[in-house]
Nanobody
Framework: QVQLVESGGGLVQPGGSLRLSCAASQNIFEYVMGWYRQAPGKQREMVATISRGGATNYADSVKGRFTISRDNGKKTVYLQMNSVKPEDTAVYYC??????????WGQGTQVTVSS
């Protein structure tokens, strides 16, 4: 079972930057890793995913502003958030997905974009 711990959330002004980290308890090389978010009153949505080979996929709302990356050696996934907007305010969750083993979620980290 993979345990995921997110960090790096907080309060940031519109137009600012933030980097989220997701540390895994074991090797992640076999997992598709992703970041999801859930705003109050809304469903959880995909923000970005990165495949085992490094291919990335982004929600239209964050393309060109957010970048997902992974460091398998450090068992860590990152989400670099630039030019943030108030609508980016949400709890951000890290996800590890394997068709063989299953899916795992972190506990989430709050990101608030406000002046």
């Amino acid at each position: 079972q993979v345990q995921l711990v997110e960090s790096g959330g907080g309060l940031v002004q519109p137009g600012g930057s933030l980097r989220l980290s997701c540390a895994a308890s074991q090797n992640i090389f076999e997992y598709v890793m992703g970041w999801y978010r859930q705003a109050p009153g809304k469903q959880r949505e995909m923000v970005a995913t990165i495949s085992r080979g490094g291919a990335t996929n982004y929600a239209d709302s964050v393309k060109g502003r957010f970048t997902i990356s992974r460091d398998n050696g450090k068992k860590t996934v990152y989400l670099q958030m630039n030019s943030v907007k108030p609508e980016d305010t949400a709890v951000y969750y890290c996800n590890a997905l394997s068709p063989v083993v299953g899916t795992y979620w972190g506990q989430g980290t709050q990101v608030t974009v406000s002046s």
